[in-house]
């Protein structure tokens, strides 16, 4: 039974990946920030793990409640969207919590999770999104919320290169265009479709894509 780690599984992309693989039979541990959240992610069953990426406290307190046990595949799926056109300018707040929730967490996180992952000779997958993209940025809108996605490009690149040699397969994978609260009700994917989809790269996944991006669909994308 292969144990599976959802960070940020509250709603949408992250619940519907809880939904899929406890249904298949995995063991899941699924994080969230509320507990009105607990009841629904155990009624699918998964194992929940309060977890506010936000609290600095709060990842210390993870990695003290995994305690090193092999992790088959984790997915950093908790972000933030801040919506912007052209150039304008982020007040502090906007930077700050977007940056600390798609980049920092993260960074924080992934140095937890190495032991886990490396004894399992596991799966280190980050959601990021087309729009963190360099290459293939075509438009300025949610600059802030490409610039986050791209350090966190960034970021699962330098986790490559340290876990790689232990094993681990660190990929950073985009969802595509999907219909959740983030995406809104005109998004290209129905958020199972994708989940299913992203689920086939994750299990065809071995160390020739360490340290790539990927689409949903398989596809490689440009840094």
Not at 105 to 115: E, F, N, R
Not at 125 to 144: C, D, K, P, Q, Y
Request: net charge neutral; aromatic share 4%.
């Amino acid at each position: 039974m292969p144990t599976v780690l959802i960070i940020g599984a509250s709603r949408g992309i992250g619940r519907e990946f809880a939904r899929q693989y406890a249904a298949d039979g995995a063991r899941v541990i699924a994080t969230c920030r509320h507990d009105k959240d607990s009841a629904t992610l155990r009624a699918l069953g998964a194992h929940v793990v309060p977890l506010d990426a936000l609290d600095p406290e709060a990842m210390p307190r993870l990695g003290q409640q995994l305690d090193g046990q092999p992790i088959d595949v984790a997915l950093l799926v908790a972000g933030v969207y801040c919506d912007s056109s052209g150039l304008q300018p982020p007040s502090r707040d906007q930077f700050d919590a977007v940056m600390r929730t798609n980049v920092l967490a993260p960074m924080q996180l992934i140095p937890l999770l190495a032991q886990g992952l490396q004894a399992a000779t596991g799966k280190l997958v980050a959601l990021s999104s087309r729009m963190g993209s360099i290459g293939l940025t075509a438009e300025s809108n949610g600059w802030l919320y490409r610039a986050s996605k791209a350090a966190l490009n960034s970021a699962v690149k330098s986790a490559s290169l340290e876990l790689g040699p232990h094993g681990v397969v660190c990929i950073a994978l985009s969802p595509g265009w999907v219909r959740t609260d983030m995406g809104g009700p005109g998004a290209q994917l129905e958020v199972g479709d994708s989940v299913r989809s992203m689920r086939r790269v994750i299990e065809a996944a071995n160390r020739s894509h360490n340290g790539r991006f990927l689409n949903y669909t398989g596809e490689q994308l440009e840094w």
